[in-house]
C-alpha cells in the first residue's frame, strides 16, 4: 500500500495521526523540547520583556498565542534563534511533502495545494503547561495541519464525536521521535467533511508539561 493511501483512513476517520520517520534530527526535537523548557523557566520578568505584540508574537503570560520567531531572544535565551529557526524551517519543509502525500491520498496531483500556499501564515508555539493549573480548553484548529512536538508528558485527549453525549475523550500517548500531526478546520472545509479536524484538549496530570505546536494556517 502506498504511503498516500495509508493516511487516507486516519484522516476519514480521526484526523489524527503519528508520523514517524519524518527525517527530522531527534536531537534538534530534544534542543526544541529542551529551549521552550529553558525559556518558561526564566523569571517573569524576563519573559515579560518579550510580550506579545501587536501580531500577537512574543510572549503571552496565560495560555493566549505565540512566541515570536523575529524578535531576537538570545540574549535570555542562548541558541533559541537558531535552534528553533532550524527546527521551523525543516517542519516547514515536512509540512509541504505532508500535504503533498494529503493531496496524492484525495486522488490529486502532489502539487495540488501548493498554489495555496503563497501567502503562508504559519505559527510556532511553545507551549507550557504547569502543574495542576493550566490545560488548554476543548477546542479544533482552525488552518491546515499541525506538527505537535511533546515532552514525555502525556495530556492531549482527543473527542471523535463532538456531539456525543456524554463527550468520550481518548488520551493520545506521547511516542518518542514521532510528530502528532492533525488535520485542522480548512482541511475539513476543502474536503467537504470526508477528513476530519478533530475536537481535543490539554488536561494537567500534576506534572509541568512541555509541547511545541506548528500550524500551517495557509
Ligand atoms: O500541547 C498539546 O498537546 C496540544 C496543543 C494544541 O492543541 C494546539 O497548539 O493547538
Ligand atoms: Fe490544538
Known amino acids: ?3 498516500s493511501n495509508f493516511m487516507l483512513q486516519p484522516c476519514i476517520e480521526v484526523g489524527f495521526f503519528y508520523l ?3 527525517g527530522i534530527d531527534q536531537k534538534l526535537m530534544d534542543e526544541v523540547l529542551a529551549l521552550t523548557k529553558r525559556f518558561f523557566d526564566l523569571p517573569t520578568e524576563e519573559k515579560t520583556k518579550l510580550i506579545f505584540d501587536k501580531n500577537h508574537r512574543g510572549y503571552t503570560p496565560m495560555a493566549k498565542e505565540i512566541l515570536d520567531l523575529e524578535n531576537s531572544t538570545e540574549e535570555v535565551s542562548p541558541g533559541w534563534r ?6 521551523y524551517f525543516e517542519v516547514l519543509k515536512l509540512g509541504h511533502r505532508i500535504a503533498s502525500l494529503i493531496a496524492l491520498s484525495l486522488e490529486l496531483r502532489p502539487d495540488y495545494f501548493e498554489k495555496m500556499f503563497t501567502v503562508p501564515m504559519v505559527a510556532m508555539r ?6 495542576g493549573k493550566f490545560g488548554s480548553g476543548a477546542h479544533s484548529d482552525y488552518g491546515l495541519l499541525t506538527f505537535l512536538l511533546t515532552d514525555d508528558n502525556s495530556g492531549l485527549q482527543i473527542c471523535k464525536e463532538k456531539d456525543a453525549k456524554p463527550q468520550e475523550w481518548l488520551d493520545v500517548a506521547q511516542r518518542k521521535g514521532a510528530f502528532i500531526v492533525n488535520l485542522e478546520d480548512m482541511l475539513e472545509r476543502w474536503t467537504n467533511g470526508l477528513y476530519r ?3 481535543h484538549r490539554v488536561v494537567t496530570k500534576g506534572v509541568d508539561r512541555y509541547s511545541v505546536s506548528r500550524w500551517d494556517n495557509d
Open 1 to 3: 500500500m502506498s504511503l
Open 20 to 22: 514517524i520517520n519524518h
Open 82 to 87: 537558531t535552534v528553533m529557526e532550524k527546527y
Open 126 to 131: 511553545p507551549l507550557h503547561y504547569a502543574e
Open 197 to 199: 479536524s478533530t475536537l
